[in-house]
């Protein structure tokens, strides 16, 4: 089936899910509280924070003294767990659903994107007449029907590419719209979601604060870099973590933890003043574990591991208004779980408004953070997760990993001895339900990756003004190189013929008539390249007669070299129109001349639907 029959199905499930009145499917004013009662909710996601990463946790080489209030304000959530890496932590809270039920398998080339048919929080939220805002790294999806403003999120303000290259003054999009960032990344989000919160008036918000440190490349401004950059580390209790540790990796990830810190400090403060604090609920927690060896509780396993230190995540949840100050919640709980908990408290029947064939795998524990209730059925539960053909199963007291190995984390966080002889019985249990939820997954999560067919990108959607193609989605042929093997952010040069192309595997999802701009950079000797742009049988040709001398930009700020690409201020030029039908067929970019060494340097392709009212 193709991806435009696909997305349309999908949406039509969708639809009819959400509309038919029956009883699975109530109208949104029914299925939410009295709006005067309703809380707001911010929802606060860090990148490559470890459990570890904060002094709430025991860690004497920091302090997150706003952080650290939230949970003695509110609730510590103390056995939380996301996944081993970004994008599946994001679709599992956006979703409530396990990653594999929804089509993501990695974390780029548009696996990275959870169905269309899927509903998130946001939409939840936004049909039970909620503002609703997300600002940061998205990580689900760059084009509609994946795009954030897509998936029930009003405003957008960020990036959606799983890394970023430079943090200071980025190149980012509002909306869908090409925009430059002001001053550093975490701040600039910050004050964004402030200022929304400002202008919410009277009616309830959701916001949802992806922030995208402390995630390479280690930027973070002057100030707190200092406190760190002589620091002397106290040292992880497992031994792997000690003797792996890159000290000065270690200090600027730190000290990019403090500045969260702060900005969730100035986010608390802003809540106080605009007298919303104590009708606003706020979440913190994290999408894997660290982004290398350091301080971690002595918990085995780093991002990317599917142990304890690459699952288990922060998690304080602070509501004066339900929850009393210093609960703990003991019980295992995950990412999938947020869905629920948010709902209940805001009086949203989460349950009746799932999409048919697509449960939610979560539960609410917002029992557990009001009242302290303990339920049996919490403990007996079942937690599973996933990455690079690892599979594991936790329970309050095991975790056991699809090798056979059986781990008692109640005992032991470390998992380093190995149990499954002295309790058999648990092995076999576990690995009987492991192989269940394993058989329930999307059959892709189970294929090698060089066996994965790619999906187009979607393109010409009837609801999308705007339509982003970046150089890390396309392939190409002849010289063209690609400025980094991590593709979020890079660009192609070497583009130095007329024999090479690059190309897009698009689907067109609807029709009408685009403006092309392309971002580029090209010295003053290569300027005359002529170009030509074909989508079947429209073309539009350029030349490029402006030079765009962009020195490097990211690198310079960097505290530890990076294994990112550099990046260079891009500027836009106008290819022309195109005629857009619907259907799958590559985009193709090529060049007719070229008289000096090369054509430029692309970074993107912006198509901008002209018929748009």
Same mark, same amino acid.
């Given at each position: 089936?193709?991806?435009?029959?696909?997305?349309?199905?999908?949406?039509?499930?969708?639809?009819?899910?959400?509309?038919?009145?029956?009883?699975?499917?109530?109208?949104?004013?029914?299925?939410?509280?009295?709006?005067?009662?309703?809380?707001?909710?911010?929802?606060?996601?860090?990148?490559?924070?470890?459990?570890?990463?904060?002094?709430?946790?025991?860690?004497?080489?920091?302090?997150?003294?706003?952080?650290?209030?939230?949970?003695?304000?509110?609730?510590?959530?103390?056995?939380?767990?996301?996944?081993?890496?970004?994008?599946?932590?994001?679709?599992?809270?956006?979703?409530?659903?396990?990653?594999?039920?929804?089509?993501?398998?990695?974390?780029?080339?548009?696996?990275?994107?959870?169905?269309?048919?899927?509903?998130?929080?946001?939409?939840?939220?936004?049909?039970?007449?909620?503002?609703?805002?997300?600002?940061?790294?998205?990580?689900?999806?760059?084009?509609?029907?994946?795009?954030?403003?897509?998936?029930?999120?009003?405003?957008?303000?960020?990036?959606?590419?799983?890394?970023?290259?430079?943090?200071?003054?980025?190149?980012?999009?509002?909306?869908?719209?090409?925009?430059?960032?002001?001053?550093?990344?975490?701040?600039?989000?910050?004050?964004?979601?402030?200022?929304?919160?400002?202008?919410?008036?009277?009616?309830?918000?959701?916001?949802?604060?992806?922030?995208?440190?402390?995630?390479?490349?280690?930027?973070?401004?002057?100030?707190?870099?200092?406190?760190?950059?002589?620091?002397?580390?106290?040292?992880?209790?497992?031994?792997?973590?000690?003797?792996?540790?890159?000290?000065?990796?270690?200090?600027?990830?730190?000290?990019?933890?403090?500045?969260?810190?702060?900005?969730?400090?100035?986010?608390?403060?802003?809540?106080?003043?605009?007298?919303?604090?104590?009708?606003?609920?706020?979440?913190?927690?994290?999408?894997?574990?660290?982004?290398?060896?350091?301080?971690?509780?002595?918990?085995?396993?780093?991002?990317?591991?599917?142990?304890?230190?690459?699952?288990? #995540? =922060?998690? %304080?949840?602070?509501?004066?208004?339900? *929850? @009393? !100050?210093?609960?703990?919640?003991?019980?295992?709980?995950? /990412?999938?779980?947020?869905?629920?908990?948010?709902?209940?408290?805001?009086?949203?029947?989460?349950?009746?408004?799932?999409?048919?064939?697509?449960?939610?795998?979560?539960?609410?524990?917002?029992?557990?953070?009001?009242?302290?209730?303990?339920?049996?059925?919490?403990?007996?539960?079942?937690?599973?997760?996933?990455?690079?053909?690892?599979?594991?199963?936790?329970?309050?007291?095991?975790?056991?990993?699809?090798?056979?190995?059986?781990?008692?984390?109640?005992?032991?966080?470390?998992?380093?001895?190995?149990?499954?002889?002295?309790?058999?019985?648990?092995?076999?249990?576990?690995?009987?339900?492991?192989?269940?939820?394993?058989?329930?997954? #999307? =059959?892709? %999560?189970?294929?090698?990756?060089?066996? *994965? @067919? !790619?999906?187009?990108?979607?393109?010409?959607?009837?609801? /999308?003004?705007?339509?982003?193609?970046?150089?890390?989605?396309?392939?190409?042929?002849?010289?063209?190189?690609?400025?980094?093997?991590?593709?979020?952010?890079?660009?192609?040069?070497?583009?130095?013929?007329?024999?090479?192309?690059?190309?897009?595997?698009?689907?067109?999802?609807?029709?009408?008539?685009?403006?092309?701009?392309?971002?580029?950079?090209?010295?003053?000797?290569?300027?005359?390249?002529?170009?030509?742009?074909?989508?079947?049988?429209?073309?539009?040709?350029?030349?490029?007669?402006?030079?765009?001398?962009?020195?490097?930009?990211?690198?310079?700020?960097?505290?530890?070299?990076?294994?990112?690409?550099?990046?260079?201020?891009?500027?836009?030029?106008?290819?022309?129109?195109?005629?857009?039908?619907?259907?799958?067929?590559?985009?193709?970019?090529?060049?007719?001349?070229?008289?000096?060494?090369?054509?430029?340097?692309?970074?993107?392709?912006?198509?901008?639907?002209?018929?748009?009212?």
């Amino acid at each position: 089936m193709s991806i435009a029959l696909s997305v349309r199905f999908q949406l039509m499930l969708c639809f009819l899910a959400l509309t038919v009145c029956s009883p699975l499917c109530l109208p949104a004013q029914r299925l939410a509280a009295d709006e005067s009662t309703r809380p707001n909710v911010v929802v606060i996601l860090s990148d490559d924070q470890g459990w570890g990463d904060l002094s709430l946790h025991g860690n004497p080489n920091l302090s997150t003294p706003n952080i650290d209030s939230l949970a003695k304000q509110g609730a510590h959530v103390d056995n939380f767990y996301v996944c081993a890496v970004c994008s599946p932590t994001r679709a599992e809270f956006l979703t409530g659903r396990y990653h594999g039920r929804s089509g993501v398998y990695s974390t780029s080339a548009g696996g990275e994107r959870f169905d269309a048919a899927e509903q998130t929080i946001a939409q939840v939220f936004q049909k039970a007449g909620y503002q609703t805002a997300c600002y940061g790294k998205w990580h689900s999806g760059m084009q509609w029907p994946y795009h954030p403003n897509a998936r029930g999120f009003q405003d957008y303000y960020g990036f959606c590419s799983g890394h970023w290259g430079n943090y200071y003054d980025p190149m980012l999009e509002h909306n869908g719209k090409i925009v430059q960032g002001e001053g550093f990344i975490i701040d600039d989000l910050t004050n964004h979601a402030m200022e929304f919160i400002s202008n919410s008036g009277d009616k309830p918000f959701f916001v949802y604060l992806p922030l995208n440190t402390p995630h390479s490349p280690m930027q973070v401004p002057q100030a707190y870099w200092d406190r760190f950059k002589n620091k002397e580390l106290v040292p992880d209790a497992a031994k792997a973590n000690r003797k792996a540790q890159k000290t000065p990796h270690a200090r600027a990830a730190l000290a990019m933890c403090e500045n969260i810190d702060d900005n969730v400090g100035r986010l608390m403060k802003h809540l106080e003043a605009t007298g919303k604090d104590r009708e606003t609920i706020v979440v913190y927690f994290s999408d894997n574990g660290p982004n290398g060896a350091r301080f971690n509780g002595g918990m085995r396993g780093r991002k990317g591991s599917t142990n304890e230190g690459g699952l288990r #995540s =922060p998690c %304080v949840i602070r509501y004066p208004d339900k *929850i @009393k !100050p210093g609960t703990k919640v003991a019980t295992i709980s995950a /990412a999938i779980d947020l869905l629920p908990t948010l709902a209940d408290f805001a009086g949203i029947d989460w349950k009746a408004s799932q999409v048919k064939d697509r449960p939610v795998d979560g539960v609410s524990f917002a029992n557990q953070l009001s009242d302290n209730d303990r339920s049996d059925e919490a403990r007996e539960r079942i937690l599973f997760s996933n990455w690079n053909n690892k599979f594991t199963a936790r329970t309050q007291r095991y975790r056991y990993h699809h090798t056979g190995t059986l781990y008692d984390i109640e005992a032991e966080r470390g998992e380093m001895t190995d149990v499954a002889d002295q309790h058999p019985e648990v092995a076999k249990k576990l690995d009987a339900a492991l192989q269940q939820w394993k058989s329930s997954l #999307s =059959p892709i %999560v189970n294929l090698p990756r060089n066996n *994965i @067919k !790619p999906r187009p990108f979607p393109i010409a959607h009837p609801d /999308a003004l705007w339509t982003q193609l970046p150089a890390r989605d396309a392939t190409y042929t002849g010289t063209i190189t690609r400025s980094n093997r991590f593709p979020n952010c890079s660009y192609l040069f070497n583009w130095s013929d007329t024999e090479a192309e690059i190309r897009w595997d698009v689907e067109a999802l609807g029709s009408g008539r685009y403006e092309v701009q392309m971002y580029y950079a090209c010295p003053e000797p290569d300027v005359g390249a002529k170009i030509e742009l074909r989508y079947g049988d429209s073309k539009t040709t350029a030349t490029i007669r402006k030079p765009v001398e962009s020195p490097f930009i990211g690198a310079v700020n960097d505290r530890v070299p990076r294994s990112e690409g550099d990046v260079r201020r891009w500027q836009a030029m106008d290819l022309g129109e195109l005629k857009i039908t619907p259907g799958r067929q590559p985009l193709i970019l090529k060049a007719t001349k070229v008289p000096g060494k090369q054509v430029a340097e692309l970074r993107l392709l912006m198509l901008k639907k002209i018929d748009a009212q």
